[in-house]
């Protein structure tokens, strides 16, 4: 089996995050640096986290206006999505991911009481990770549904 990837895209960052082999649980990998401004994705770092943990496709989160609509940053997140088809020809998903932020930022706030500047260190890889995770629990539940 392979490996979903998980991808939090920022104008600064990408959190990554990958799937264990059997689809149910999801890791935080790292935080790759980019610049939206300079046409720099971090694409060469991708390429490597893709061969080195065997990944089959890619899961974008999508920051949705709160009213459901597709703004500026979704848009970019999508900008992001083509560029991975492009590059790699695996395939694409997007998953809500409007509150992921403010739910890591949450838990590392209250649960680990992180400090500020550890937090700018590690929230985009646990904001990843919550967005793979809520895919694969939404695609379980699904196969759960169909049997």
């Known amino acids: 089996m392979s490996r979903l990837m998980g991808l939090d895209v920022g104008s600064r960052t990408v959190g ?3 799937s264990d082999l059997l689809g149910w649980t999801a890791q935080g990998v790292e935080i790759i640096s980019i610049n939206e401004d300079e046409a720099e994705f971090g694409l060469d770092r991708v390429a490597e986290l893709v061969k080195a ?3 089959s496709g890619f899961v974008v989160g999508l920051p949705k206006n709160m009213n459901n609509t597709i703004g500026p940053r979704a848009e970019k997140a999508q900008e992001y999505g083509a560029l991975l088809t492009e590059a790699f020809g695996l395939p694409i998903d997007y998953i809500d991911e409007r509150l992921t932020t403010v739910q890591a930022t ?3 706030v209250e649960e680990a009481d992180t400090s500020r500047k550890k937090r700018k260190q590690v929230i985009d890889k646990l904001a990843a990770v ?3 995770q809520n895919y ?4 379980g539940k699904l196969i759960d549904l169909l049997h």
């Open 16 to 18: 990554v995050a990958v």
């Open 53 to 55: 943990h065997d990944v």
């Open 136 to 139: 694969l629990d939404a695609k």
């Open 106 to 108: 949450r838990m590392l």
């Open 130 to 132: 919550m967005i793979l």
